[in-house]
C-alpha cells in the first residue's frame, strides 16, 4: 500500500555521494539511515524515475533547484531528491544540475525504500507478452539509434581526415539546398550571399563552411524551434565571414556542454585558420560566425 498523508516515514538506508571529505563523511559514496537524516528536519522530498532522464533534466530537477532558497525560507531544513539510480550517477547528475549546497542526490539503489514506501511500479506484471514485446520494440529501435550516432561518428571522422576535394562545392548553390533540405516548412529562411572572392577558396575551405553551415542550420532546427533563420556569405576586409542566425529559444552558452557537432566544427574553422564565434542567449536565439582569412594576392 502506498504511503498516504498522515503515515509515519519508513526508515530505509539511502546512500550520497559525498564530494568533499569532512568528519564522519569519507568522499565517495556514503551510506545513511532515514531516520537519521530527517531527525528534528522538516524536508521537503520529491522522486524521479531515473537520473539523466529528459524530462527529469530539463523540468523537474532544476525547478527544485531555482526554488530551493524560496523553499529553505519557508521552513525547509533539506530538499532531497530520491531515484533508483546508484550513488555515482545521482552524483554526475547532480554536479551536472548543479544542486550542490541547495538539492540533496540521494540513491536508492535497491529500490528496497522506494518499496517500502510502497511506490513501485511493476510495469512487467500486468501483461508479460505485451510488455516484452514493448521491450523488444524498445531494443530494436534503440539500437538502430546508435546504429546511426556510430554512422555519424565514422562520417565526422572520415570528413575530417580526408584528402583535399577533388572539386570545390558551390557555395552559392548548395547553401540553399542546406537550406532546402533541413528547413520545415513554417520557419523562413533568409539567404544572403556576397561574396566576390568565392573562387579564392580552396575546395577544402569551400566544403569546410558547407560543413559548418550545414551543422549550424541543423542545430537551429533541432534545438531552437525558430520561425526564421538567416543564411550570410559576404567578403569583408581580408576575410569571407559566414553567419548563421536563429531567433529561436537559445541557450545557456556558458553552462551547456559541447555536442559533437559544435567540436567537429571548430575542427573545421581550426584546420581552416578560421575563428568561429558562436553566441546565444536563452529566448533570443543563436548565431554561428566563421571568419575565414584570405591569402594576399
Keep these: 500500500m502506498s ?4 503515515d509515519r516515514v519508513p526508515d530505509g538506508t539511502l546512500t550520497e555521494f559525498i564530494e568533499t571529505e569532512s568528519a564522519g563523511c569519507s568522499l565517495g559514496p556514503n551510506a545513511f539511515q532515514v531516520a537519521d537524516l ?10 524521479l524515475p531515473g537520473a539523466f532522464t529528459p524530462t ?6 532544476p525547478g527544485y533547484v531555482e526554488q530551493a532558497d524560496a523553499l529553505k ?8 531528491c530520491v531515484s533508483v539510480n546508484d550513488a555515482f550517477v545521482m552524483g554526475a547528475w547532480g554536479r551536472e544540475q548543479k544542486t550542490a549546497g541547495k538539492v540533496r542526490m540521494l540513491a536508492d539503489g535497491s529500490a528496497l525504500w522506494t518499496q517500502a514506501l510502497g511506490l513501485e511500479l511493476d510495469l512487467v506484471a500486468g501483461d508479460e507478452r505485451a510488455t516484452a514485446e514493448q521491450l523488444r520494440q524498445t531494443l530494436k529501435s534503440g539500437i538502430a539509434g546508435i546504429g546511426e550516432i556510430i554512422s555519424d561518428i565514422r562520417g565526422y571522422i572520415h570528413a ?3 584528402a583535399e576535394p577533388a572539386e570545390s562545392p558551390e557555395l552559392g548553390r548548395d547553401l540553399g539546398h542546406i537550406a532546402r533540405q533541413l528547413v520545415p516548412p513554417g520557419i523562413d529562411v533568409i539567404l544572403n550571399i556576397t561574396a566576390p572572392a568565392l573562387n579564392e577558396l580552396t575546395p577544402r575551405a569551400a566544403t569546410d563552411l558547407l560543413f559548418i553551415a550545414r551543422e549550424a542550420v541543423s542545430n537551429a532546427v533541432r534545438h531552437g524551434t525558430p520561425t526564421k533563420i538567416a543564411i550570410d556569405l559576404r567578403q569583408t576586409s581580408g576575410e569571407i565571414a559566414l553567419t548563421v542566425q536563429d531567433n529561436g529559444a537559445g541557450y ?5 556542454r559541447s555536442g559533437l557537432g559544435t567540436i567537429t566544427m571548430r575542427s573545421r574553422a581550426e584546420r581552416l585558420g578560421a575563428q568561429l564565434t558562436s553566441l546565444s542567449l536563452p529566448g533570443m536565439g543563436t548565431t554561428v560566425r566563421v571568419a575565414v582569412p584570405l591569402a594576399e594576392s
Design 3 to 6: 504511503i498516504k498523508v498522515g
Design 38 to 47: 530527517t531527525r528534528g528536519k522538516t524536508i521537503a522530498l520529491f522522486a
Design 56 to 61: 527529469c533534466s530539463a523540468k523537474h530537477l
Design 73 to 80: 525560507a519557508k521552513g525547509v531544513d533539506e530538499i532531497w
Design 160 to 162: 575530417l581526415e580526408s
Design 252 to 256: 545557456d552558452q556558458f553552462n551547456a
